[in-house]
């Protein structure tokens, strides 16, 4: 669940080997980074703990494994698959993600949202390709897109109020397919926080 496109390079007898296609075309590994396999042992652990202490609560539980947490799809299609539709609708939520901030086995609560949305933004720089011989003739996206990650730096340094967390990561960039070819284009994929 949510396994994401990173190459796991741990060495340990359990490490993902799994490679698929990404939305490229590439084959790439793919792992539970960023915390998705505590989220799935937490989940587990609970269900496990409260099917073997049954006589200490009384009501239905809805154990939830979201998909697409990272890019904040997986919700809105489960709610479109028939979530509570097919499954007793909750009187109450909670809902769970780990933090590497937090020291092991301190828990933190809070009531409402909590931790950031997410917005993935897909950002295509459309340029006019020439010889690396001859910048000059050409409109380089891979000098635009260059320019435009450290000007997105800024948002969050100049824009932003202190007191107001954010966050801007540009994740991927790709563009050009030889040394001396300057390309029509540059493709950026990003996060907002």
């Known amino acids: 669940m949510d396994a994401l496109p990173v190459a796991e390079q741990t060495g340990l007898p359990y490490a993902s080997k799994v490679r698929t296609t990404d939305a490229r075309g590439a084959t790439v590994g793919i ?3 960023c915390g998705h396999d505590v989220h799935m042992t937490n989940l587990i ?7 073997t202490h049954r006589d200490q609560w009384t009501g239905t539980v809805v154990f939830v494994f979201q998909p697409a947490e990272e890019v904040g799809a997986g919700a ?3 709610l479109s698959d ?10 109450f939520a909670v809902a769970l993600h780990v933090s590497s901030e937090a020291p092991a086995g301190q828990l933190g609560f809070r009531p409402g949202p909590a931790m950031a949305n997410v917005d993935s933004v897909d950002i295509v720089i459309k340029g006019r390709g020439g010889h690396g011989a001859s910048p000059e003739s050409t409109i380089d996206p891979i000098v635009i897109a260059a320019r435009l990650v450290l000007d997105l730096q800024t948002i969050v340094g100049r824009e932003v109020k202190p007191i107001y967390p954010a966050v801007v990561t540009v994740g991927s960039i790709h563009g050009g ?3 001396n ?13």
Do not use: N, W
């Open 31 to 33: 792992m539970h980074a």
């Open 45 to 51: 652990g609970v269900a496990r703990y409260l099917a």
């Open 76 to 78: 809105d299609a489960m």
């Open 82 to 91: 028939g979530l509570f539709v097919r499954f007793p609708r909750p009187d």
């Open 177 to 179: 397919t030889k040394h």
């Open 181 to 193: 070819i300057i390309s029509d284009e540059c493709r950026m994929q990003l996060t907002l926080r």
